[in-house]
């Protein structure tokens, strides 16, 4: 799993020892409330996230960040890569925050790192994310990446490289 780096954040594999901290982002109804998943009734829960990420992993399926803080090394939210599709180029990015680190321009960081390396070293061509309408915080985050909305529907947006 590459590590990225930016000025605030380190973006790298999760371990072990972030349990207590993945815990505060899915066990939290408010972060995952517009996510495909849902919250997490307690910390057993993220055991299996262990598993799911390093066979998703394994398989070149998705690439899962630990989003860290650089002078803590807590982690406070993840980025993804997933939904490859190698012949047309394009993947899916998705992303959490934990809610304390809302409004400091974090996620920002972190994806803009993400949107460099599937570019830069994956080679895609085009970012897909999937954005559930009422969620107008990430959806004008992603417009702000340069994502815009994909005719004909209401929750798509693309970024092309």
Same mark, same amino acid.
């Given at each position: 799993m590459p590590t990225l780096l930016t000025l605030r954040l380190e973006l790298r594999a999760l371990v072990l020892n972030d349990h207590d901290d =993945? #815990? @505060?982002?899915?066990?939290?109804?408010?972060v995952?409330?517009?996510?495909?998943?849902?919250t997490f009734p307690? &910390? /057993?829960?993220?055991?299996?996230?262990?598993?799911?990420?390093?066979? =998703? #992993? @394994?398989?070149?399926?998705a690439l899962l960040w630990g989003v860290a803080l650089r002078d803590t090394g807590r982690?406070? &939210? /993840?980025?993804?890569?997933?939904?490859?599709?190698?012949?047309?180029?394009?993947?899916?990015?998705?992303?959490?925050?934990a809610r304390a680190y809302w409004g400091r321009s974090l996620?920002?960081?972190?994806? /803009?790192?993400?949107?460099?390396f599937g570019v830069g070293n994956l080679g895609l061509a085009t970012l897909r994310a999937d954005i559930d309408v009422p969620n107008?915080?990430?959806r004008a985050l992603f417009q702000r990446?340069?994502?815009?909305?994909?005719?004909?529907s209401p929750t798509l947006f693309e970024l092309q490289a």
């Amino acid at each position: 799993m590459p590590t990225l780096l930016t000025l605030r954040l380190e973006l790298r594999a999760l371990v072990l020892n972030d349990h207590d901290d =993945l #815990f @505060a982002i899915y066990g939290d109804p408010k972060v995952m409330q517009f996510t495909s998943d849902p919250t997490f009734p307690d &910390g /057993t829960y993220i055991n299996q996230l262990f598993v799911s990420v390093e066979r =998703l #992993f @394994a398989e070149q399926q998705a690439l899962l960040w630990g989003v860290a803080l650089r002078d803590t090394g807590r982690i406070v &939210g /993840t980025c993804e890569l997933h939904s490859f599709e190698p012949d047309d180029r394009r993947a899916e990015i998705g992303c959490m925050l934990a809610r304390a680190y809302w409004g400091r321009s974090l996620m920002r960081e972190a994806l /803009t790192a993400v949107i460099e390396f599937g570019v830069g070293n994956l080679g895609l061509a085009t970012l897909r994310a999937d954005i559930d309408v009422p969620n107008a915080q990430s959806r004008a985050l992603f417009q702000r990446l340069g994502f815009q909305s994909v005719v004909g529907s209401p929750t798509l947006f693309e970024l092309q490289a």
